[in-house]
């Protein structure tokens, strides 16, 4: 038998502080085979398709994936492998580069607000809002553009004040019917290392590489206290933070399969029950056909 997932094994506890360097990149593989890793997350990928139509048509909950990460830890492997059998009619991608000019017009939430998932859909952030507390908070130039009027008076950091606004607002999401979960793929910067190489050593990777990636690499260790600052103070039970060890890609593949299952099998899902007087009619119609 393979090695069992236990999702919590990954979670960020409301009280935990974050250290990146304690939490793994790597762990030891929940599969032995890249024979049996495609049956387990083929299994996975079946449970998903099955619970989606469920959560479908009970119509009572949103789910709202987050992916961030470092560049070439995986985000888009993880996505496109784990939702494969998702009927795409239940199931939206929003990726989130650089804010637009109109964008920038708004308050930061402004346009991922507009990509929240509706009852019974499963959207998934490829970045979201937090780039605000990460890319930003690493070049904090691009506060500039966004025409803030004031910065705190209390003494309180606009970091501060981002993560409790973001906390506020997933929070808000819950108690609306919206189920939050994110993903951190937690990948070594060796492992970067090694995946930029191939994007530059293997022509039919050439195209995923970008001069701009290299560049944010330097800021690493910025990158990484970002990090360990917002998943500390944004992980709560409501909307948890899971810090995945990415730098097995198939290892975290199955292990974000498995917590998205888990977290669509504590829901309450039901198929909607037929009322007799419903079931009377639709006998009713049956005779005309
Ligand atoms: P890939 O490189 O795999 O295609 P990606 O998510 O890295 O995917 P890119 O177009 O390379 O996509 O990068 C998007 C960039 O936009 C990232 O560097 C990210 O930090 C930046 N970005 C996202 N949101 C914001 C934001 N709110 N403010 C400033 N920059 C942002
Ligand atoms: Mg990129």
């Not at 024979?35 to 998903?48: G, T």
Request: glycine share 4%.
């Amino acid at each position: 038998m393979p090695r069992k997932i236990d999702p919590d094994e990954f979670r960020v506890r409301p009280a935990d502080a974050v250290n990146l360097r304690e939490r793994p990149t790597k762990v030891p593989r929940f599969y032995r085979s890249k024979k049996e890793y495609e049956k387990l997350l083929a299994k996975q990928v079946d449970a998903l398709s099955e619970l989606q139509r469920m959560h479908y048509a009970c119509n009572r909950y949103a789910l709202l994936l987050i992916f961030q990460a470092m560049d070439a830890a995986g985000k888009d492997g993880a996505i496109r492998h784990v939702m494969s059998g998702i009927n795409p009619q239940g199931c939206q991608v929003f990726s989130f580069k650089q804010p637009s000019r109109e964008e920038l017009e708004h308050d930061f939430l402004w346009r991922a607000n507009r990509c929240l998932p509706e009852r019974g859909r499963i959207g998934i952030f490829n970045r979201s809002y937090y780039e605000e507390v990460l890319v930003v908070r690493v070049h904090p130039e691009l506060l500039a553009p966004q025409g803030l009027a004031e910065t705190t008076s209390d003494g309180e950091s606009i970091w501060a004040q981002r993560h409790r606004a973001i906390v506020n607002q997933e929070t808000h999401l819950h108690h609306s019917g919206t189920r939050i979960v994110k993903f951190f793929l937690h990948l070594s910067k060796d492992e970067q290392r090694k995946r930029f190489l191939a994007r530059i050593d293997e022509p039919e990777k050439n195209w995923k590489f970008e001069l701009g990636d290299v560049r944010e690499r330097r800021h690493w260790d910025a990158y990484m206290s970002a990090y360990e600052s917002c998943l500390a103070a944004t992980s709560t039970d409501l909307a948890p933070w899971y810090v995945v060890p990415a730098d097995d890609k198939k290892n975290a593949r199955l292990i974000i399969a498995e917590t998205i299952v888990a977290t669509l099998r504590g829901l309450d899902l039901a198929y909607p029950e037929t009322s007799p007087a419903r079931r009377k009619e639709l006998l009713a119609l049956r005779k005309e056909l």
